[in-house]
């Protein structure tokens, strides 16, 4: 049988997944590189693998979300990436979303003693 932290664990991978994106976009708004985004969101709390972040960089990409540039000028190349305008739009409407959703969860879980 399973312990409480195990479940919580899982169930909180779960909820991490879905927030990753917001988290991603919110930092796109200035071209990055991946590695330069693994630290940025590290220091604001959000790991995240590279493993787990440059395939969702190229979907969002795919998406168009997302644009990206390679700078060959230093010596190890690098692609930058940054929100299109479309990206932005959708960021903004997740944005709303999602502090509509955590005003819903905050009343629900204060009305339960949460």
């Known amino acids: 049988m399973a312990d409480a932290t ?6 909180l991978g779960e909820l991490r ?5 917001i988290g991603v976009l919110s930092q796109l708004s200035e071209p990055q590189y991946g ?6 969101l590290e220091e604001k709390g959000m ?5 787990t972040l440059y395939p969702l960089l190229r979907r969002l ?3 168009m979300l ?3 540039t390679w700078d060959t000028n230093e010596t190890r190349p690098r692609k ?4 299109t305008a479309f990206g932005r739009e959708v960021y903004e409407g997740l944005c709303r979303e999602w502090n509509e959703l955590n005003a819903s969860m905050q009343k629900i ?3 339960d003693g949460g």
Do not use: C, H
């Open 47 to 51: 790991n995240i693998d590279p493993g």
């Open 66 to 68: 997302l644009e990206s």
């Open 80 to 83: 930058y990436y940054a929100l």
């Open 6 to 11: 195990e479940v919580i664990q899982g169930i």
């Open 17 to 21: 997944r879905g927030t990753i994106i």
């Open 35 to 40: 590695y330069s985004l693994v630290t940025v």
């Open 61 to 63: 990409e795919k998406q």
């Open 109 to 111: 879980i204060n009305q």
